[in-house]
């Protein structure tokens, strides 16, 4: 069986979009099938050198394409960034259609970007067609949006409504209405998807885990308990106002009015910095908080065994793979029932806030007590680190990809892998 995959963003050694393009091929290729890749020129370099060190048998073939040189300065800096993969999700189409008439693929499947909104044009190819995962269309609630800033009610605001035109946008529509499976991030974007196509959609991350990297993991950290007055909370994440800390600051607050000693670690930056520094000093907690900048990978994989805690309380994030980093090196998770974090954990690796008819006070407050809960507990926490490490292993890469092409049996009567 052919598999021709649309994978915009493929790269290797990469996180996000480019490694769930990448680990897609991959997998897809692991399993047998005979699978194409379609994706940008840019990534050829990298991409042939890491195939050059695996089996050939066991690689997937690639296919490139980029528009003109000409065309590409409307992306210089991510300002026109929508348009240039506008027009070259178009024109790879018209190579997947030059390539379909001499290979003949049995299915086509897009897998980045993984945005909702965006349409794609492989389904005209007329064969089954695959969209997805998709997400996006998360939305934070009204009430947590207070401390946004306007600036994030603004660009919230937009994203709203490019949400809401996604039912009347007759390309993306075409997209869904040609698409023989569905697959959203989260049930908020499913909501999205104009009625008439729920039926085929079905909910489930894009992203996974390299299963020989978590067993490379050292689970020492879960012997060590702390001193019961020194909790280690992380969070990792760009300072941006929809990652959720001006709800996530104020509960550190109440954790720190019980045990003044515990520590939060906020790595990485973005605009909302200062903003957050500002009440973070306004809460009295600016000197419980370490700030750090960019670390490599192997330093981002150190701050989790350092910590017992990761705070993660993003309003829509569709994936959330630092969620699945911190599980994966057994560290609990507290986070809110919003998009892929509400998605990937349960009860028995988390604790997951709900949103749903509450104030952002109740919020906060759940959150606090969730913190100082799992903190003060150490048998609790020393349980939600091991389903940490369980729920990881789900989210292996092999796993993953499997489920997505098995758990619904078949398309035009036929089984695919």
């Not at 680990?23 to 290729?29: I, M, R, V």
């Not at 499976?181 to 999205?192: E, F, K, L, N, P």
């Not at 700030?291 to 705070?311: C, E, G, I, N, P």
């Not at 389903?387 to 092999?398: H, Q």
């Amino acid at each position: 069986m052919k598999i021709l995959l649309s994978a915009y963003a493929c790269e290797p050694g990469k996180g996000s979009e480019p490694g769930v393009g990448w680990h897609w091929a991959l997998e897809l290729a692991g399993l047998g099938y005979e699978t194409w890749v379609l994706t940008r020129a840019n990534n050829r370099p990298t991409i042939e050198a890491a195939l050059a060190g695996r089996p050939r048998a066991a690689n997937p073939r690639f296919l490139y394409y980029d528009l003109p040189p000409w065309a590409r300065w409307w992306k210089k800096g991510s300002r026109g960034l929508r348009l240039y993969y506008f027009l070259w999700q178009w024109g790879a189409y018209r190579i997947a259609r030059k390539f379909h008439e001499r290979e003949r693929f049995d299915l086509v499947h897009h897998i980045t970007f993984g945005v909702v909104r965006q349409p794609s044009f492989m389904g005209n190819l007329g064969i089954p067609f695959v969209f997805g995962p998709v997400g996006g269309g998360e939305k934070a609630p009204w009430r947590l949006r207070i401390g946004y800033g306007w600036r994030g009610w603004i660009v919230d605001g937009l994203r709203d409504l490019s949400n809401f035109l996604v039912r009347v946008d007759p390309l993306i529509y075409r997209t869904f209405r040609q698409a023989e499976r569905i697959y959203v991030t989260s049930g908020q974007t499913r909501a999205v998807v104009p009625r008439r196509f729920r039926g085929k959609t079905a909910v489930g991350l894009a992203i996974g885990w390299d299963r020989n990297e978590i067993a490379r993991i050292p689970t020492e950290r879960m012997e060590n308990e702390g001193n019961a007055d020194t909790f280690r909370i992380l969070y990792i994440g760009r300072l941006l106002y929809w990652k959720g800390m001006h709800l996530g600051l104020q509960a550190f607050a109440k954790l720190v009015q019980s045990h003044p000693n515990a520590s939060l670690t906020m790595h990485y930056d973005g605009p909302d910095r200062p903003r957050w520094r500002r009440l973070a000093e306004c809460l009295g907690v600016l000197g419980n908080i370490t700030w750090t900048l960019w670390l490599a990978r192997d330093q981002v994989f150190k701050l989790y065994s350092r910590h017992d805690l990761l705070l993660f309380p993003s309003l829509h994030d569709s994936g959330g793979m630092v969620v699945l980093e911190a599980m994966a090196h057994g560290l609990p998770v507290v986070c809110l029932d919003l998009g892929g974090p509400g998605v990937m954990v349960n009860e028995t690796c988390a604790r997951v806030i709900s949103t749903r008819g509450v104030t952002k006070s109740n919020v906060i407050e759940n959150l606090g007590q969730a913190l100082t809960h799992i903190l003060k507990t150490p048998q609790l926490r020393r349980r939600l680190a091991q389903g940490a490490l369980a729920r990881a292993r789900k989210y292996a890469w092999d796993v993953r990809v499997k489920h997505f092409y098995s758990a619904y049996g078949t398309i035009d009567g036929r089984k695919y892998p």
